[in-house]
């Protein structure tokens, strides 16, 4: 999964950076508003874990931004900011959760598991059907009663899938939604991360659209056979 960090603090940043690094998430970290303001323009992005108090143009200002344009990339706000009024103006302009700092990681890495499936439309942490389920908290996979854990890209692949059942995703929009900046992405590494899925849970677990990208529709993994 591929998050945003804007967080201006360079001790809280890099303290972020590892963590989210070591719970396998690919991770941009840029530390004011504006920086922000591009990425979130040009990049896809599974959550956003936003501070408010940035130079350049404040988290709130950012946020605003954001939802006008049209962005609904889940919105975590991580701020020292404890007072009532700005709890209820980042939640009113369209943060999704409010977490204060200091808190613990794991308590972090729960509520950007709530905020994931609460935009996928799930109320608990699976995410698919009967036939095909992401389990969002165990990092497994679960097609036709067989459950494998995934490694994280696996995993990050399935998640961009299972979000929007039926969307058909380019290679761009996946390699965007895997790899963090600076990373050297070869340029078969999403058909080898498919084939990998694949190998696991059956040919029609992913399916290709000729010329356009990769779907996953729910009621296909009816159909195929798991090795």
């Known amino acids: 999964m591929r998050v945003l960090l804007i967080e201006d603090d360079l001790q809280i940043g890099q303290s972020l950076l590892r963590a989210l690094k070591d719970a396998d998430f690919s991770v941009d970290w840029v530390r004011d508003g504006i920086a922000g303001r591009t990425a979130l323009a040009g990049t896809e992005y599974t959550v956003v874990l ?6 350049g143009m404040d988290g709130i200002d950012l946020l605003k931004t954001a939802r006008t344009s049209g962005n ?32 613990d990681v794991p308590e972090l890495l729960a509520r950007i598991r709530a905020v994931i499936r609460r935009k996928a ?96 529709m729910l009621n296909d993994a009816r159909d195929g056979q798991t090795p």
């Open 50 to 55: 936003l501070d408010l108090g940035l130079p």
């Open 72 to 103: 609904a990339v889940p919105v975590l706000i991580l701020t020292a900011r404890d007072d009532l009024d700005s709890r209820v103006q980042g939640l009113d302009v369209g943060a999704d959760d409010y977490l204060l700092k200091p808190f």
């Open 121 to 216: 439309g799930y109320a608990s942490s699976r995410l698919g059907d009967e036939s095909l389920c992401l389990d969002l908290d165990k990092r497994t996979l679960t097609c036709n009663g067989a459950t494998t854990v995934l490694s994280a890209r696996e995993f990050a692949l399935m998640l961009a899938f299972l979000e929007r059942p039926g969307t058909i995703l380019s290679r761009e929009q996946l390699e965007d939604r895997l790899y963090g900046w600076g990373k050297e992405v070869e340029s078969n590494a999403v058909d080898v991360l498919i084939h990998s899925v694949r190998k696991k849970f059956g040919q029609n677990v992913i399916r290709n659209v000729r010329g356009l990208g990769w779907t996953v």
